[in-house]
């Protein structure tokens, strides 16, 4: 079973937008991580943020995390072409092994 | 420094047939990790390596599906008596010390039973 999953399943938008996707997961974290995969191939770290962590920055991404709600965000701001990709959270699990589990991902199509 | 490379890229075989896929991980990352992702899903979990020891296994479907990691660096996920349901993308990911830390991903190996 999938213990993240993000929404939408696919954002279309035009270049100069911000993209926002979310990720919901049902049982306690530890961490959670964002990945982008382009053309179904090797996945690319962007953001790791822990469960004592609210909002976390790198560059045009935007991450933050209600442990609340069971939700985390990613909102990558004035998207180009090049992010373009499928995004996926993977979420740890509290207590657990050390295993991400990941859900099915958000395809973002940005056009130029 | 060279990230995680796996070989080959893409591999064709027939139905029955056994296959042997390999990861380089990132020197001195000491966690290694096999994940096998169909068209449209995520990466799904198949066993992950502590070292030279399989840590959790529980991801493997079935005993077709068996990997090694003999010396703590290089691992091999070996797939007995493919069938076309073995059809993915396997990736393979290393990171440093218990794993709780980004992984990297190699390119993957892109296997297609016929």
């Known amino acids: 079973s999938q213990q993240g999953e993000e929404d939408p399943q696919a954002l279309s938008i035009q270049e100069g937008e911000n993209a926002t996707m979310n990720c919901s997961y049902k049982?306690?974290?530890?961490?959670l991580q964002w990945y982008r995969q382009n053309s179904g191939r090797g996945l690319v770290h962007l953001i790791l943020i822990r469960s004592n962590e609210r909002e976390k920055h790198s560059g045009r991404l935007r991450v933050t995390l209600d442990t609340s709600k069971k939700s985390s965000s990613l909102l990558i701001t004035a998207s180009r072409a090049a992010d373009t990709a499928s995004y996926f959270c993977a979420t740890d699990l509290s207590g657990g092994s050390y295993i991400p589990t990941f859900g099915r991902g958000t395809s973002l199509i940005v056009h130029p | 420094g060279a990230g995680v490379s796996q070989t080959p890229s893409n591999k064709v075989t027939e139905k029955g047939k056994y296959v042997e896929l390999r990861c380089d991980p990132i020197s001195g990352h000491t966690a290694l990790y096999w994940y096998r992702q169909s068209l449209g899903q995520g990466p799904e979990f198949l066993i992950y390596f502590q070292g030279t020891g399989a840590a959790d296994d529980s991801g493997l479907p079935n005993d077709r599906f068996f990997a090694v990691r003999p010396e703590g660096s290089v691992s091999t996920l070996k797939i007995q008596r493919t069938e076309r349901g073995d059809s993915a993308v396997y990736l393979c990911?290393?990171?440093f010390g218990t794993g709780r830390n980004e992984q990297f991903f190699g390119p993957g190996t892109r296997l297609t039973v016929l």
């Open positions: 990911a290393s990171s």
């Open positions: 049982t306690s974290i530890n961490n």
